[in-house]
């Protein structure tokens, strides 16, 4: 069964924010998630233990954070006090860092470093002891709380390889189904030369979506998304080249994507947009009438995605969020048997 999220901006008032997850939740959403940039948005952590007060069901997360910006135990611990306030519900996203890092003067974390603190902030928030710094440490009081997964976010082999060897699944930050199929592949050979079974990693797709059939609009309030992606593609392009290891459907059109303005991350009518093609705007998004989205959905649903996360960055926020819960979950939910 295909299991739908949605992602809120941290924007104020934090009020609007937590009417929306709680209006997912009654829509049949199972998961809400953030960003976690905390210069260009409010503090997600915040926002989340506030979901979290006034939701019962639904599971919040970042999609996401990253252990590059605060000290890995703090994030660790700062999930598992989240797990124990929203009784159980929290999973967390977790990449490299983009704009959370980028935006105060950082690169994101190195691929090596990266995977050494996934493994202990994974053991570290679900309260078994681990090794840091020297030292032994371990959150007594988060023992006997559900486990929380962790999900990876990832473009390239070697944070797919992360992905694979520690993640309980993995994000993909983008809606296009041929590359969306390679990277379910690597991050699951990655499992299996690990000694995982390979269905055990949940892919996540994560995409803007807006359902109507004025693809001209839309594709217009979209474009910053692709532009987006494009910024994570070029360090793969400067470690990678283009012939070779990445499949060009994602390295071609990142090419073209001449600069990239955080002040504009994730905002419509970004001016990095202008470089985004319609053909790229409408595979990597999810866009048209109720009809297409399900086509697209059903397509990814064969490759293995187990969850979509629609990105709601358009004006058409809370009406996509509506015609969601009512026509198009609904269509990917069991028929009961009586």
Known sequence: MLDFGVTFLP???????VDR????EELGFRYAWTYDSHILWQEGYVFLSLAAAATSKIKLGHCVTNPGIREPTVTASAY???QDVSGGRMVMGIGRGDSSRRVVGLQPVPVKQFETALEMIKDLMNGREVQWNGRSLQLQWAQGQPEIPMYVAGYGPRALGVAGRVGDGVIIQLADPEITRWIIERARDAAVQAGREPDALAPIVC???????????WREETRWFPAM??????DLIARYGTDGEIPKALTDFAQAVKEYDYAEHSQVGAAHGKYISDEITERFCILGDVDDH????????????????LYLMTSALDETLERYGKEVIPQFQPTAVT
């Open 11 to 17: 924007d104020p008032p934090a009020h609007t924010f």
């Open 207 to 217: 995409a803007p979506a807006v359902v109507d059939a004025d693809l001209p609009r």
């Open 80 to 82: 598992a006090t989240l």
């Open 229 to 234: 992606v494009s910024n994570h593609v070029k």
């Open 294 to 309: 399900v086509a697209k959905l059903r397509e990814l649903e064969e490759l293995g995605v187990r969850q979509v996360d």
């Open 21 to 24: 997850v709680v209006r997912a």
